[in-house]
């Protein structure tokens, strides 16, 4: 029982191919979880940037409402003098017509 040549050869070259062929796909593997890992990474601090920057809108919202509110509350001061005002102006020419002094 004598291994022919050809047989042996054949099975030596089977074998190294298939060593090669896992090893290239295990570099191969490592080399796309780098790249996956990288990604994520990269996805991962935009994703941090975007919601730092949501939460300065956040803040910056809760100022202008608050800035909204009291203007909002001024010019109702405002409007209440003006109607006050408008009503001794019109109290004064009244009284002008009829010829009483204007205090």
């Known amino acids: 029982m004598t291994i022919e040549v050809s047989v042996l ?19 191969g593997q490592k080399k796309d979880d780098k790249e ?34 009291d203007d909002h509350d001024r010019i109702i001061r405002l409007e209440e003098s003006a109607k006050q005002a408008h009503k001794r102006i019109d109290g004064w020419e009244q009284r002008s017509r009829i010829g009483e002094p204007i205090e």
């Open 9 to 27: 050869l054949g099975a030596v070259s089977v074998s190294i191919a298939l060593y090669f062929g896992i090893a290239n796909n295990r570099r």
């Open 36 to 69: 996956e890992a990288s990604q994520s990474a990269m996805i991962i601090e935009k994703l941090n940037g975007i919601e730092k920057g949501v939460g300065d809108i956040k803040e910056e919202l809760k100022s202008v409402k608050t800035e909204v509110k």
